[in-house]
């Protein structure tokens, strides 16, 4: 099985950052391109930021040049950092990726349970 842990959340001023990370832990042969996305009861849930399994980056134009999205394929983590927060980022965010297990080389798609970002003075 594989599981996907988020962690840095919380409540932040307008204007402040937070970093959240994203660990995928299990039986893991290969982690592919890793996700952030964000959902908030206003609206559906949208993809923030992706990352391939080599670097290359795709941003959601609400938060380009505010978040950064990286990873690091030693420890099959997921970070974003996020600055400049607006009450508008405030929402539960969640990591997804697709995994090839290692037990059966089978491939599947995996969510975690998401951290609660609040923005708001």
């Known amino acids: 099985q594989v599981q996907l842990v988020e962690s840095g959340g919380g409540w932040v001023q307008p204007g402040g950052s937070l970093r959240l990370s994203c660990a995928a832990s299990g039986d893991i042969y290969t982690v592919y391109t890793m996700n952030w996305y964000r959902q908030s009861p206003e609206k559906q849930r949208e993809l923030v930021a992706s990352i391939t399994s080599i670097g290359n980056t795709n941003y959601a134009d609400s938060v380009k040049g505010r978040f950064t999205i990286s990873r690091d394929n030693a420890k099959n983590t997921v970070y974003l950092r996020m600055n400049s927060l607006e009450p508008e980022d405030t929402a539960v965010y969640y990591c997804?990726?697709?995994?090839?297990?290692?037990?059966?080389?089978?491939?599947?798609?995996?969510w975690g349970k998401g951290t609660l970002v609040t923005v708001s003075s």
């Open positions: 997804n990726t697709d995994v090839m297990r290692y037990s059966d080389v089978g491939v599947a798609h995996y």
